[in-house]
Structures are given as structure tokens and as C-alpha cells.
């Protein structure tokens, strides 16, 4: 077991933390004074790759310099209206949106979690408006292990215990059903069912990745039973998985799209839900809404993002880069590892139990000089920024390589 102390640059912050900060986390002993490109470095002047990217919020890397440079240019001009005005940054930023994942209208929102809330309200209001479902019947159904934020509504359709427990009570309305199953979800569907929820790759689960056809047999259900599929590509979505939605991997088109994390290019947080109109003009004026969402200095750098997506470029090299990753943590298993998921530059890998656990794995990687989570008990989770070289990949592998080596003994 690696020591605390041993690891920790300025005991004095963790102290401080642990005083003052509520103990909804639990993070590793590095305290983070700066951050560049792949890199972050402690209050010490220790440097490592950070192979957590923010979970993905951090897709470009700290501080790209494009991004910084639109926030910084937004901020001499203008940074926050309301809605009750219209702002110039807005409409080229849904404009560009919009266009990058195929619908006609984004709404815009802060965190991930008020994506969903949004996406779900749209569904539910869909449904009494357009589909005729009878007032308050409306059914979501949802996946067993999914994770798609920390609200109360959100949390009342978790499976995890620790995000579930003791909240209640809990908001009805939701039929969860096992993740991968396509017999499950079409049993579960009824005259009531608004909408499917699902992540195309279920990240906080460990990177969990259905088998083929479960997305396009999704499609062709929902297509069939007029219901809404909502794909939550908060985690999977902006080029992490080598596409900019993680849904075009098996060409499937989602009829909405919850957004965020990459969003906000690491600077300011922004969501955003994308649906074509006749499902997104449900919503009227006074009827949702946010303080904050779409606002200028969010919207800037939204574009800023939606921008370098763009070009492509981010996503092949993370295509790209898969069949190195997926080679090298592949020569794991049955090194200390028992099964890896790779898609895109986004992979879990399943720790032997009875060799250590992921917690333990991510100390001892972070004293090789990487930064990575656990997640689910032996499960770890890599997720380097797409802006990685393949060298620096590797040291990412050979670093874990190094820790399951050492951990066999
Ligand atoms: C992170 C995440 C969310 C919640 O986003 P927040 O910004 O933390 O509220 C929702 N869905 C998925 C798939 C996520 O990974």
C-alpha cells in the first residue's frame, strides 16, 4: 500500500480540505497548482499525465490555447445577459452545434445533469403533447448501472447505492431494465413510454460497451413504438470515442442528445440538449429555462469547442490511436488484469480483485507519474486528453504495466 504522506505534495491543502470542503470525495493526494496540455503539476513540482481528463471534460487538454484565447476574448466583451436579452455569442454557437450533431435546435444549460433534467422534461412533455399520453403517466425507461448525474430526479432511477440511498423519496416514472438488452427494453415499452435513456458506452460503470446492434436495435424499437431515444453522450460524446458522438460508431441517430464535460473546454461548464424542432418546440417561453445557460462567455467557448471538433481532426487521432491502446493494455490481461474495453482514447480495465484494487492501482500509478480513477471496485478508468502523442500513450501503459508488474511480485 502506498503511504498518504509518502505521495502528498502540501499536506497543509489536504489538511485544509478535509476541514472545510464537505467529504463528498475522495480524492487522491495530489494537489494541483498548475495544469498544461497533458500535464498537471503539483504544489511541489511534481509533473504527471492526467489520464482523467476531467472525466473527459478535459478532451482538449488543460488550457488549450484556442479555448483559453475565446474566453479570454469574451471576457473583454461581454460574459453574462440572461436570456431576458439575446446575446451575440448564442445563435453561432447552437448554430454550429446543431450542425456538428445533426438536429435543428440546441438548449442550452450549465452541468451535465441539467442536461438530462432538460432532456427528460422535453420527453415527458412530449409525450402529453404530441404522442397523447394521458397527463402524469408517462413511463422513462433507463439502464441498470447508469449514470447520468446527482439531482434528485436523476438519482432516483441509480441502481448504486451510494448515489441512491437515503434521498428519497423518490421521483416515479422510470422502468429500469438491464443494460444490453434489447428484449428487456421492448417488454418494458407501453402505450405510456415516452422515452429510452441510455449511454452509448455506460463511462462511470467502468466504460462499459454493448455488444453490436444494441444501439441500432435501440433506433429501430424506438422508431417502431413512437418513442423518443435520448442518448446521453455527456461522457462518450466530442471525440472521445473517435467519432464526435459515440452513437455514429454504429451510424445510429438519436432523436436527442444530452451534452456537457468537453462542452466547456475545461474552462466553464456548459450542456446543452440537441433535438430536432417538432420534438424541441415543446418547449415554450417561460416553460424552462437556466440564469446562466447560453450565456456569452459559455457560448464562446462552446463554439470555440464545437470549432475544433469541426475539422475532424481530434477524432481521427483518437481513432487512430485505439489499436495502440487497445494493443498495449490488450498485453495486460492476464498480467494483473482480467478483461480491458477500449473505444476510442477512453478505456476500462478490470484489475484482478485478489491483486489490489483500483483505488490502490491509481495510487501506485500516480507515484509512476499518471493520474487515473477508479471506478466500481477493481475497475480503472483511462481517458487520456485526445490531444496525446502516441509516445505519451504509452508511457500511460507502461506505467500501469509497470504497477500490475510489480503488484505480482
Ligand atoms: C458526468 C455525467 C453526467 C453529469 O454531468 P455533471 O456535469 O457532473 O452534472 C451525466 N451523464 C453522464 C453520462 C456523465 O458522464
Redesign the pocket.
Known amino acids: 500500500m502506498t503511504s498518504m504522506t509518502e505521495l502528498s505534495t502540501n499536506q497543509a491543502y489536504i489538511d485544509l480540505e478535509d476541514q472545510v470542503a464537505a467529504h463528498n470525495y475522495s480524492p487522491l493526494p495530489v494537489v494541483v497548482g498548475h495544469a498544461e496540455g497533458i500535464h498537471v503539476t503539483d504544489v511541489e513540482g511534481r509533473t504527471y499525465i492526467d489520464a482523467l481528463s476531467g472525466?473527459?471534460?478535459l478532451n482538449f487538454g488543460h488550457r488549450h490555447p484556442g479555448l483559453v484565447q475565446a474566453a479570454k476574448d469574451q471576457l473583454d466583451r461581454s460574459t453574462l445577459t440572461s436570456r431576458a436579452f439575446h446575446n451575440d455569442q448564442l445563435g453561432p454557437f447552437c448554430e454550429a452545434l446543431a450542425r456538428l450533431v445533426g438536429k435543428d435546435m440546441i438548449l442550452p444549460m450549465?452541468?451535465?445533469?441539467?442536461?438530462?433534467e432538460t432532456a427528460l422534461k422535453i420527453a415527458r412533455k412530449w409525450a402529453y403533447q404530441v404522442k397523447g399520453v394521458p397527463e402524469g403517466q408517462a413511463e422513462i425507461i433507463v439502464m441498470d448501472g447508469n449514470?447520468?448525474?446527482?439531482?434528485t430526479t436523476?438519482i432516483s432511477f441509480s441502481d448504486d447505492p451510494e448515489a441512491h440511498d437515503h434521498y428519497g423519496p423518490y421521483t416515479p416514472g422510470f422502468v429500469a431494465v438491464p443494460y444490453g438488452d434489447l428484449a428487456a427494453v421492448e417488454a418494458a415499452i407501453t402505450d405510456n413510454t415516452a422515452a429510452v435513456l441510455v449511454?452509448p458506452i455506460?463511462?462511470?460503470q467502468g466504460v462499459m460497451i454493448p455488444a453490436e446492434g444494441y444501439l441500432p436495435g435501440l433506433r429501430e424499437l424506438c422508431t417502431r413504438t413512437n418513442v423518443l431515444m435520448i442518448a446521453?453522450?455527456?461522457?462518450?460524446g466530442l471525440g472521445r470515442t473517435g467519432t464526435s458522438l459515440a452513437c455514429e460508431y454504429e451510424g445510429v441517430e438519436a432523436d436527442m442528445y444530452?451534452l456537457?464535460?468537453a462542452l466547456g473546454g475545461g474552462i466553464v461548464?456548459v450542456?446543452a440538449v440537441a433535438a430536432d424542432a417538432e420534438v424541441m418546440n415543446v418547449i415554450t417561453p417561460g416553460t424552462h429555462g437556466s440564469t446562466f445557460g447560453g450565456n456569452p462567455l459559455a457560448a464562446a467557448v462552446g463554439k470555440a469547442v464545437v470549432d475544433l471538433l469541426a475539422t475532424g481532426e481530434h477524432q481521427a487521432h483518437a481513432k487512430e490511436l485505439e489499436s495502440v491502446f487497445a494493443e498495449e493494455l490488450g498485453q495486460l490481461v492476464g498480467q494483473g488484469a482480467e478483461r480491458v474495453r477500449v473505444r476510442g482514447l477512453w478505456a476500462g480495465i478490470d484489475i484482478d480483485p485478489e491483486l489490489m484494487t483500483g483505488k490502490e492501482a491509481c495510487k501506485a500509478l500516480a507515484k509512476k507519474g499518471v493520474l487515473a480513477k477508479d471506478t466500481h471496485g477493481s475497475t480503472i478508468r483511462l481517458a487520456p486528453p485526445l490531444t496525446i502523442t502516441e509516445d505519451e500513450l504509452r508511457q500511460i501503459t507502461d506505467a500501469l504495466a509497470a504497477v500490475l508488474a510489480e503488484a505480482r511480485g
Open positions: 472525466y473527459s471534460a450549465n452541468t451535465g445533469a441539467e442536461a438530462v449514470f447520468h448525474g446527482r439531482t436523476i449511454e455506460q463511462g462511470e446521453d453522450e455527456i461522457q462518450s444530452t456537457g464535460k461548464p450542456s
